[in-house]
């Protein structure tokens, strides 16, 4: 099996050397991943200027491993490694991510964006989040677990351009209590722009804390909060479909 690794907090980031390590034994695994840290850059690509490949040396727990860091965003590195660098692949692997990616976070995500690309170019891809951003995460530990849930997902059968997110509690704060598959949450996120300062008609602003409201739903952020490893199918095609009906019959004209 050949597996394309990427993340969104660049290619030195501990998750992604713990990830390698973890999937290291299931065939080839290229390292395709972001020269910088790219959380937040959701599924941005690069038009306006050109893009470096660089191969770099990543050290990891195992020993370390060769990779390419791109100076671009997540998608633009699965899509230039699919498109340009590579054979095809039989599998997009993203992350870790430091920090869950739940509920409406997928939108802003750079690690689901980056197996997203892999999934729009036809290939399944899955992505793995750890633990809460701003707070230490075990990394070695939370692998396991990715890896044990990459199993049962490699057993049961992955279908081409599938998409799937997988968020793991910090093993830390207590084993998990196991795996949900459940829904992305719509809750409400709670935002805290904190004013650094104000001079002369210009106010600087940074976000300090992003968090939902607590709740006991059969979603993602809530059995996250409750200790299981969630996993959760997204789609790619962002539409609607209940709706489609429902605007075909409206009197909608363009003249
Ligand atoms: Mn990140």
Redesign the pocket.
């Known amino acids: 099996m050949r597996i394309l690794l990427s993340?969104?907090?660049g290619i030195h980031a501990p998750g992604l050397a713990a990830l390698h390590d973890a999937v290291a034994d299931l065939g080839e695994v290229i390292t395709v991943a972001p020269a910088s840290?790219?959380?937040a850059a959701s599924h941005s690509i690069t038009v306006l200027a050109p893009l470096t490949v660089q191969a770099e040396h990543v050290n990891s727990p195992a020993g370390g491993f060769e990779g390419f860091s791109v100076d671009g965003s997540p998608a633009d590195c699965v899509r230039l490694a699919l498109r340009e660098m590579l054979e095809p692949v039989d599998l997009v692997l993203s992350g870790m991510?430091?920090?869950a990616n739940l509920g409406v976070h997928v939108l802003y995500s750079?690690?689901v964006a980056a197996a997203a690309e892999g999934a729009v170019l036809g290939v399944p891809a899955i992505a793995f989040s750890a633990g809460r951003a701003g707070q230490e995460v075990d990394f070695a530990t939370a692998a396991g677990h990715c890896r044990a849930v990459l199993d049962g997902l490699l057993a049961g059968g992955l279908h081409p351009g599938e998409l799937i997110s997988v968020n793991v509690p910090d093993p830390a704060r207590g084993a998990p209590k196991g795996v949900a598959v459940v829904r992305q949450a719509d809750s409400e996120l709670h935002e805290d722009y904190q004013l650094l300062s104000e001079h002369d008609g210009r106010r600087i602003y940074e976000l300090r804390d992003y968090r939902f409201a607590d709740g006991a739903g059969d979603n993602d952020v809530d059995l996250f909060a409750a200790g299981w490893v969630t996993v959760t199918p997204l789609n790619t095609d962002l539409t609607r479909h209940g709706r489609l009906d429902e605007l075909r019959d409206m009197d909608l004209n363009c003249r």
């Open positions: 993340n969104d907090d840290p790219q959380s991510n430091h920090g750079g690690t």
